[in-house]
């Protein structure tokens, strides 16, 4: 059956090690043949997959979208996804900048760094490990919203809340809070599959 109105906006591929098990080349084919209009290829603080991700979404007939989960100094995250070709070089300069500063194969980057090359991005609050979602996992709902807020001041009207239930335990509840601190917050929420 077609989902074609819903979109994956965070996808790992094989370059996310021990984090994704599809070829980046697969996960275009994987969409078309799910219904899907575009895909989102959001490998840990890499684009190592894009040119053989872009070429198979050519192929494939779908839409390719290009982001990035990055890691935040202190270990959270967040997800990036460019927005257009502003947004992209962002991404890589982001990226770079991540892997450049800091000891090899523990790339990080800083709230003020991302804030300062939000431009043409959409930047959503992150998978479990993400300021918001910690926060709210522990129920502490005003300091989520506070940082939902933080975000949303310095990145613009491209920030999100990153709403995801894998039904695990305490999925439904943790859904249940982001969607209210997006709500709270007066910031959007994304679906998001992580």
Known sequence: YPV??????????????????LPAEALAHVAAEWGYEAVAMTDHDSLTGAVRFAKACRDAGIKPIFGTELSLAGGEHITAIARDRTGYANLCRLISDAHLSNERGEPATTFEKVAAGSQGLFVLSGCKNGAVSRRAARADIPGAIETARRWREAVGDGYRIEVYDHRGYG????????????REAGVPPVVTND
């Open 4 to 21: 074609s109105s819903f979109v994956h906006l965070h996808c790992h591929t094989v370059w996310s090690l021990l984090d994704g098990a």
């Open 171 to 182: 999925d439904r509840a943790l859904r249940d809070r982001l969607l209210r601190v997006a």
